[in-house]
């Protein structure tokens, strides 16, 4: 431990100094309020450990919905533990000894970071914190003007502090930084003026306009990835990810050791340029038939819940007429029995009340018990509708994958053909060409030639039912997913509304029982 401690007691963050911590940031009332309900660091959404003599984050992992943390004003060293806080907006370890930016990886959704008074000597490792608004790394160890450039990429960085850091002292610091980073609005905490950047634009134009092209090439390929990207996850939702092509095609081969080999043959060449085509033909028909339903099964889903809302809406609104029929007369009812003249009048008032709320439980129940009726049968129908259009899908997938499969056959028994016959003149001097020699060693007899063209059309006979097992286990999946989940929003939806149902009878019960009403005479 380094000696600059030596009259200080460095501290780890643990249970003991977070619970001192939340101890001291609470008042009377959030106290009553925890000793009564409990508390879940889980809620934490700030929490302040400045001036703690911290040298070591660590166990902030249960604090995964924080949105600020102060660390400012301790002895951390190293920027760790911070992984799993991915909620963090607002993020402050000013005043440490720091040397090193990292570990910042995982906080997407900073927006304000402060670094200010610590060791750094390098900007880096900032590269996901594309949210950034307020950046404060002044009083730091900075040097390179040029390494200013780094800010370019944050594209909502509008205040940024650098004083302090041995680059400040190079004339060219103000208009450079402002040239570089051009949507800054404050800089070192001053307003940067538009005099002010019409003067560095003016003066290091020649050396932005090369970081631009730059950067707009760079984003082209950034968005044309990113478009592929969401092109692919759209084909994996409807299972033919990879069918639009040879992909599968090229796979099987990829997979089959023999397959280079047996490619050398005389004829096997246009042999295997001809099944290319018609295998890729029926990938692609494959590719376009997945796309196709999966646009009937989203269509299907969104039909159900769009019938589901207008039967939940209808009787929603049922339940509510009927309470505001109750509410209408309840206040005055109230009043009755608060101001009846006697004990035996406001008895009978009350219950009569209290069989008025009797009546509007049990209408409330039954509308509840007539709605889960009716989407039961809903329910039953979207089953077995989705169980259709799953049992069709699978179908289909199958006669084409056995499409797949003749033209694998098909091109076995040409194959082998080719390679017997091959053998035969190997055997009898009679071929017209040089085979290479890993080639010559499968023309020794019949059964090698024969064990080696097997094996090729057994590896990708695995690949083709391996690609039939993965569609056909993709939508057995989304069926038992889609129902299911129908099914438990159903029976979460009928729980929660009879809890809803049971407590606002019973808070109406409490409200009449609460009635002051004149005691009995004797």
């Not at 594309?130 to 800010?151: A, M």
């Not at 797949?404 to 080719?418: A, F, G, P, S, V």
């Not at 939806?493 to 009879?498: A, E, F, G, S």
Request: charged share 30%.
């Amino acid at each position: 431990m380094s000696h600059l401690y030596e009259n200080i007691e460095p501290n780890t963050i643990d249970d003991e100094l977070v619970q001192k911590v939340l101890e001291e940031e609470r008042t009377e009332d959030m106290k009553k309020i925890v000793r009564r309900e409990g508390f879940n660091l889980k809620d934490l959404k700030e929490l302040q450990l400045s001036f703690r003599n911290i040298l070591q984050i660590a166990n902030l992992w249960q604090f995964e919905n924080l949105t600020k943390l102060q660390l400012d004003n301790n002895i951390i060293e190293k920027i760790e533990g911070l992984e799993s806080l991915v909620h963090l907006v607002w993020l402050d370890l000013s005043f440490n000894n720091i040397e090193v930016i990292e570990g910042l990886g995982t906080l997407v959704k900073l927006q304000d970071l402060s670094l200010y008074s610590n060791r750094i000597s390098k900007i880096e490792n900032l590269d996901t914190l594309q949210e950034l608004q307020i950046f404060s790394i002044g009083k730091n160890n900075l040097t390179t003007l040029e390494d200013v450039v780094y800010f370019r990429r944050f594209k909502h960085l509008r205040t940024l502090n650098l004083a302090g850091n041995p680059l400040c002292d190079d004339k060219r610091y103000m208009l450079y930084v402002v040239a570089h980073v051009p949507k800054l609005v404050y800089l070192d905490f001053k307003l940067v003026r538009d005099s002010t950047r019409e003067e560095a634009v003016l003066q290091y134009q020649y050396h932005i306009e090369p970081l631009e092209q730059e950067e707009a090439e760079a984003l082209a390929q950034l968005e044309d990835k990113q478009a592929k990207q969401k092109e692919l996850e759209c084909h994996k939702t409807a299972f033919v990810e990879y069918l639009n092509g040879s992909f599968l095609f090229d796979s099987m081969f990829a997979e089959d050791t023999e397959a280079a080999k047996l490619a050398c043959l005389p004829g096997v060449d246009d042999l295997l340029q001809a099944y290319r085509e018609e295998f890729v033909s029926v990938c692609e028909s494959l590719f376009n038939y997945g796309l196709k339903e999966h646009e009937n099964r989203e269509a299907e889903v969104s039909h159900f819940y769009e019938c589901l809302n207008e039967v939940l809406t209808a009787n929603q609104q049922e339940g509510r007429k009927r309470i505001l029929e109750f509410e209408k007369q309840s206040k005055k009812r109230l009043e009755e029995i608060h101001n009846a003249s006697s004990y035996d009048i406001a008895e009978l008032k009350r219950a009569r009340y209290r069989e008025d709320i009797l009546q509007l439980s049990e209408a409330l129940m039954g509308l509840e018990i007539l709605i889960t009726n009716q989407l039961e049968e809903i329910l039953e129908e979207f089953k077995r509708n989705i169980a259709a259009v799953a049992s069709t899908f699978t179908e289909n997938v199958k006669g084409m994958m056995n499409q797949c499969r003749d033209l694998e056959n098909h091109h076995h028994e040409k194959l082998l053909e080719i390679s017997i016959t091959t053998l035969e003149k190997s055997l009898k001097n009679e071929l017209d060409m040089d085979l290479p020699a890993a080639v010559q060693t499968l023309l020794v007899d019949k059964n090698t030639i024969v064990n080696a063209v097997n094996a090729s059309h057994g590896t990708r006979l695995q690949s083709i039912d391996k690609r039939e097992s993965d569609l056909l286990s993709n939508i057995d999946q989304w069926q038992n997913s889609v129902t299911e989940k129908a099914f438990q929003n159903e029976i979460d939806r009928n729980r929660n509304r009879v809890k809803e149902i049971i407590l606002f009878i019973e808070n109406l019960q409490e409200e009449l029982d609460s009635i002051k009403i004149p005691e009995p005479t004797e």
